[in-house]
């Protein structure tokens, strides 16, 4: 499973961007995908995943510091997922990486729960 992850970049407080994440030889279905982030000095969170907890349904999860921000969607017509960012503040700072975990359901919306990576992008909010 390669992913790879595109779309970060230098924005300032307020703007917007929007990450892609490719799978290939890979097709991602209705697999769990997520979005996590990694800022110096601190552990990888995540983000959003979109994902089953287990009844079949596919339910968004965004960490509270994003909801209302961030958008996850995917197109499995062109086996991407993508992350749209808005609103991006300082605290957004950080490099961004896609998932993977190959199944459609997970436990959790967590780093442990995601098995293939994409190599991460930079995002950097600064004015």
């Known amino acids: 499973v390669q992913l790879q992850a595109s779309g970060g970049g230098l924005v300032q407080p307020g703007g917007s961007l929007t990450l892609s994440c490719a799978a290939s030889?890979?097709?991602?279905?209705?697999?769990?995908v997520a979005w996590f982030r990694q800022a110096p000095g601190k552990e990888r969170e995540a983000i959003s995943c979109?994902?089953?907890?287990?009844?079949?349904?596919?339910?968004?999860y965004y960490r509270d510091s994003v909801v209302g921000r961030f958008t996850i969607t995917r197109d499995n017509t062109k086996n991407t997922f993508s992350l749209q960012m808005s609103n991006l503040n300082p605290d957004d700072t950080a490099v961004y990486y896609c998932?993977?975990?190959?199944?459609?359901?997970?436990?959790?919306?967590?780093?442990?729960?995601?098995?293939?990576w994409g190599q991460g992008t930079q995002v950097t909010v600064s004015s």
């Open positions: 998932a993977t975990s190959g199944v459609t359901t997970v436990p959790s919306c967590t780093v442990v729960a995601y098995n293939y």
């Open positions: 030889t890979f097709t991602l279905d209705s697999r769990a």
């Open positions: 979109l994902a089953s907890r287990g009844d079949g349904a596919i339910i968004p």
